[in-house]
C-alpha cells in the first residue's frame, strides 16, 4: 500500500483486535505510520557488487536494501538454473536457452523477411547473419545467456544490474565471450544518444522498477532508423520480482510515448512467468532514416 492507504490498511486490520484498553497507543501509531509514509521510494540505479554473498548498491555508493533483496532472488535464480538443480531443463541450461535464443532471432528475421535459408533454432546464415554482423547492438537485462550471444554483431553490449554477479559466479555463457556487459540499470544506460542499430529485450521490461524511463532510455540510444526488438509476459499479477505486469496494450503505451513505432506484434503461447498467459513479441523502429 502507498501513501494513506498503508495507514488505513493498518488500523483496519488493528481495529479488529483491539480492545478499547489499548486505543490510546492509536496516536503512536498514527506518527509512525506518517514516518513510513513520508520515507522515499528507494532510488532508481541500483546495481550488485560482489557474488552470491554480495549486495546491490546504489548510484552513490549507498546500500540498496530492497534491491539487494530481489536482485539475490534473481541471482540465487540463475546459479541455480546453471546447475539444473530443479531439473528445469531436459539437459541443460546452456543448451536449452542456446536453442531459445536462437529461435527469437529467427522469430526477428522472419518478421523482416529474413528468415530464408534458417532453420528454427539453428545457427544464423544468409541475408541474416550478414545484417547482423553490420548491427551495433544492446541488450537490456540479458542474464548470464543473452540473445546476443545466438549470432555475430558488429558490437554486442548487455546492460545488466547483476552483471558483476554473472562474472563472479561464473555464469556467463561462454558463447557470450564476444559480449560485453555493462553492470547498469535499464533506467540509466550508459550509452550515448543515438549510438545503437538495435536493442533486445527479453522478459525484463515488467521486472524493473520503471518501465516508462526504460522504454525512454531504449528509445535514447537508438539511431533513427534503429529498431527494437521485445518480448514481454502478458499477465495482470503483480509480486516482488515483477513489479510491473504487462499488457500488449500498456507496453505499446509505453514504447509510443517514447517516439517509437510499432512494425510488428503478436502473442505467443509460450511465457516465462508461470502465471503469464502468453509472450507479446513485438519489433518497433525510431523513426528517421
Not at 550488485?48 to 548510484?59: F, K, M, S, V
Not at 546500500?63 to 531443463?89: C, G, H, V
Amino acid at each position: 500500500m502507498a501513501g494513506s492507504g498503508l495507514k488505513q490498511g493498518v488500523r483496519s486490520a488493528l481495529a479488529k483486535l483491539m480492545r478499547p484498553g489499548v486505543a490510546p497507543i492509536e496516536p503512536k501509531l498514527d506518527r509512525v505510520l506518517d514516518r513510513l509514509e513520508a520515507q522515499p521510494e528507494e532510488p532508481i540505479g541500483a546495481i550488485w557488487r560482489g557474488g552470491r554473498e554480495g549486495h546491490a548498491i546504489l548510484p552513490d555508493g549507498s546500500p540498496a536494501l530492497a534491491a539487494t533483496r530481489r536482485m539475490k532472488q534473481e541471482l540465487d535464480y540463475w546459479i541455480r538454473a546453471s546447475q539444473n538443480l530443479d531439473n528445469e531443463f531436459e539437459s541443460s541450461m546452456g543448451k536449452t536457452f542456446g536453442r531459445w535464443q536462437r529461435i527469437r532471432l529467427y522469430e526477428l528475421a522472419r518478421c523482416m523477411g529474413m528468415e530464408a535459408g534458417l532453420e528454427v533454432g539453428g545457427p544464423m546464415r544468409g541475408e541474416m547473419e550478414a545484417w547482423l554482423a553490420q548491427q551495433q547492438a544492446v541488450e537490456i537485462g540479458g542474464g548470464p545467456w543473452p540473445c546476443l550471444a545466438a549470432g555475430r554483431f558488429a558490437s554486442a553490449m548487455v546492460v545488466d544490474p547483476l552483471a558483476d554477479g554473472y562474472r563472479a559466479e561464473g555464469l556467463i555463457a561462454p558463447e557470450a565471450s564476444g559480449v560485453t556487459y555493462l553492470a547498469a540499470a535499464g533506467e540509466a544506460i550508459p550509452l550515448a544518444g543515438e549510438s545503437v542499430d538495435l536493442v533486445i529485450t527479453d522478459n525484463c521490461l515488467d521486472h524493473v522498477q520503471d518501465p516508462a524511463r526504460v522504454a525512454g532510455e531504449m528509445a535514447r540510444v537508438l539511431r533513427p532508423g534503429g529498431l527494437l526488438w521485445l518480448l514481454v509476459d502478458v499477465m495482470d499479477q503483480a509480486d516482488e520480482l515483477h513489479p510491473h505486469p504487462m499488457s500488449e496494450a500498456k507496453a505499446a503505451e509505453l514504447l509510443t510515448a517514447a517516439g517509437l513505432e510499432q512494425r510488428w506484434g503478436e502473442v505467443w503461447d509460450g511465457h516465462s512467468h508461470p502465471r503469464a498467459k502468453g509472450q507479446w513479441r513485438t519489433l518497433w523502429e525510431k523513426p528517421g532514416e
